[in-house]
RNA sequence: CGGGGUGUAGCUCAGGUGGUAGAGCGUCGGCUUUGGGAGCCGAAGGUCGGGGGUUCGAGUCCCCCCACCCCGACCA
């Protein structure tokens, strides 16, 4: 491809509207465009790399023996409402009308098709183990899509399903996807950790996710260096901890007046956050529950979340507060309580000893509460967000807390869609029960923007050697120097007929323009014709992805650039 | 869903107190230059996010709406 033909447009400001590395890159060299908040257009040569991620993710599912179909974007409500997911994906499901009234949703995940795909032809144990993907555009209405193609609301899924007959058989398929995963991303050039996560939407028994450390990813995740455990931060459990052995102060009800926040009271007190006693009043399903934690640590909703066993919940507000506890916040604490108000004590507050709690009434505390002496503990829960140094749930040693963009997420279902869709097989009996079922997800077009996360320097992206817009970028520094574009042409040619994939920057700029430009493109490996050559004969090999640049003869060439892909 | 911010040329932005729209970059034409986004001359390019209002007159003041970005997922 000649860079004068060639779609791809380089911009030298900074896009205003980009933070994170990925989408600025991916924005200023060119590879993507935006439409709509979270909708992208995968330009020419960001449509390369996608590709070529694709193509990696196809040999490493072909090799598993699973088969690509096409499934469709648009899903008929019936299908979403045979399992419950019409209403309980909530308003992340984009849905719409046809002609006739009839509701659909744009699929932003597919089991319920698959399902159904499934059941419409497969009746025997004997058509097991099955293993089906596709590679599909997705559609979720995100509360908050940002950073580019990391949280789009249109983007491009590989997702694959495993058809098993049993649990045990299931497993064995999950540890094949898991092993495809992990040569996936190592082909990729991509570091990843798996971790274990929680199923949330998708549901089932349980899963993995596979994050790419970076500091823009919205995953969370913890790490035991000691004992190698890892897990998404809202699964990982803390523990109740001991009972402290400070002695116990006399009770004292003290003015606390303007401390709305554990902060202010901490500071007006001279106490500890720590020792302060935090009261928190969610509503969940209309009733209030109060929620202990420690001061200076924070709830962690999706433990709620599971707490509850669903979203419906939410903290209350000013006005909720004032109605069911006739107080304000800052002041909620569990004296004076109402009794429809149910009490949830966090693991963190146990053992604590001359706390620092509310009574409900503003601008007071008590100071030196005591366990047993002043209040009874009730319900136990692990609702706090876990913080780096926190003792891991394996081995006890210190946690490191990570950032990172989940890129696959793999899920043993179990019967969940088949059982509530009728998805049976008959056994050797000719029994006829639930397909057991595993599905797992790779966010493709999300994968663009952690290899750029993970490779970047100032000047701009830095592909590897197997996944880029093209392997290597032949610079003619003048082309209006008629010797020196012919000698260009031949190599240009000469590398094509070798079946590399060249980009062939043949526009009439200046040397510095078109090096700035390379840089931020970042083909790897680039072969600049200049004064060098025409002093010397000599091309100059560049390698953005390593930062090294070397000098070799014509006739060498095709050796040397395919040593270096190859390493 | 809250909170904050921003919408003016393709991009990045400037346009006190209201007086009929500008720069740099990019694009097009020309000259010059050819190893790190060079220089000079000329040109094209605008519903000032949209609607309403105030006014003789609105990019600027008022009201409503929309879009996009950021923070939080509400921490008492």
């Given at each position: 491809m000649r860079w004068s033909n060639f779609f791809l447009f380089t911009s030298k400001e900074e896009p205003s509207d980009a933070v994170s590395p990925s989408h600025r890159l991916l924005l200023r060299a060119g590879f993507i465009s935006q439409v709509s908040s979270g909708i992208y257009?995968?330009?020419?040569?960001?449509?390369?790399?996608?590709?070529?991620?694709?193509?990696?993710?196809?040999?490493?599912?072909?090799?598993?023996?699973?088969?690509?179909?096409?499934?469709?974007?648009?899903?008929?409500?019936?299908?979403?409402?045979?399992?419950?997911?019409?209403?309980?994906?909530?308003?992340?499901?984009?849905?719409?009308?046809?002609?006739?009234?009839?509701?659909?949703?744009?699929?932003?995940?597919?089991?319920?098709?698959?399902?159904?795909?499934?059941?419409?032809?497969?009746?025997?144990?004997?058509?097991?183990p099955l293993y089906l993907y596709q590679v599909q555009v997705k559609f979720r209405d995100e509360k908050r899509p940002r950073f580019g193609l990391i949280r789009a609301r249109e983007f491009i899924m590989k997702d694959a399903y495993s058809f098993d007959r049993d649990e045990g058989e299931a497993l064995k398929s999950y540890k094949t996807?898991?092993?495809?995963?992990?040569?996936?991303?190592?082909?990729?050039?991509?570091?990843?950790?798996?971790?274990?996560?929680?199923?949330?939407?998708?549901?089932?028994?349980?899963?993995?996710?596979?994050?790419?450390?970076?500091?823009?990813?919205?995953?969370?995740?913890?790490?035991?260096?000691?004992?190698?455990?890892?897990?998404?931060?809202?699964?990982?459990?803390?523990?109740?901890?001991?009972?402290?052995g400070e002695e116990e102060k006399p009770l004292k009800l003290v003015e606390t007046p303007n401390t709305r926040t554990i902060k202010e009271l901490s500071q007006f007190l001279g106490v500890k956050e720590e020792k302060i006693l935090k009261a928190l009043l969610y509503i969940h399903k209309g009733e209030p529950y109060l929620i202990l934690i420690r001061g200076d640590r924070e709830v962690d909703e999706k433990k709620v979340e599971a707490f509850f066993g669903d979203e419906d919940f939410h903290l209350a507000s000013e006005e909720e507060v004032r109605e069911i506890l006739n107080t304000e916040k800052g002041f909620v604490g569990i004296f004076n309580l109402p009794k429809n108000v149910k009490v949830v004590w966090d693991n963190s507050t146990y053992g604590k000893k001359n706390l620092v709690v509310a009574l409900n009434k503003v601008g007071y505390h008590y100071i030196n509460v005591n366990p047993g002496r002043d209040f009874n503990y009730g319900q136990f829960a692990d609702l706090c967000k876990v913080e780096e140094g926190d003792p891991c749930p394996k081995c006890g040693k210190p946690l490191q807390l990570k950032r990172g963009l989940e890129l696959g997420h793999i899920f043993l279902l179990g019967d969940r869609y088949s059982k509530a869709m009728g998805a049976l097989i008959s056994d050797e009996r000719g029994k006829e029960v639930p397909v057991y079922m595993g599905c797992y997800g790779i966010g493709v077009s999300r994968i663009l923007s952690a290899l750029v996360e993970q490779?970047?320097?100032?000047?701009?992206?830095?592909?590897?050697?197997?996944v880029n817009p093209f392997e290597v970028l032949i610079i003619c520094l003048n082309v209006r120097d008629e010797e020196l574009l012919k000698s260009s042409l031949r190599i240009y040619q000469r590398l094509k007929e070798e079946g590399f994939d060249v980009l062939f920057d043949d526009r009439d700029e200046r040397a510095g323009f078109k090096f700035k430009d390379a840089d931020l493109v970042g083909i790897p490996l680039r072969v600049v014709l200049g004064k060098k050559y025409k002093e010397k004969k000599l091309l100059e090999v560049q390698d953005r992805y390593r930062d090294r640049s070397y000098e070799v003869k014509e006739e060498n060439l095709v050796k040397f650039l395919r040593d270096v892909l190859k390493s």
């Open positions: 257009e995968i330009l020419p040569a960001g449509f390369k790399v996608l590709k070529k991620v694709e193509k990696v993710i196809r040999e490493e599912m072909e090799r598993i023996g699973c088969q690509e179909l096409l499934l469709t974007v648009l899903n008929p409500k019936e299908l979403w409402e045979e399992t419950g997911r019409w209403e309980a994906y909530g308003k992340e499901l984009f849905k719409l009308k046809d002609r006739n009234g009839r509701e659909f949703c744009l699929g932003p995940t597919h089991e319920e098709e698959i399902t159904d795909l499934f059941r419409k032809f497969v009746r025997s144990y004997r058509s097991l996807f898991k092993e495809a995963y992990e040569r996936i991303f190592k082909r990729l050039g991509l570091e990843t950790y798996c971790v274990e996560a929680s199923v949330g939407q998708i549901g089932g028994k349980f899963s993995n996710e596979f994050i790419a450390p970076t500091p823009f990813g919205e995953a969370h995740f913890v790490l035991c260096k000691s004992c190698g455990y890892t897990a998404n931060s809202e699964i990982v459990p803390l523990k109740r901890g001991e009972l402290e490779n970047y320097d100032e000047r701009g992206i830095r592909w590897n050697y197997k």
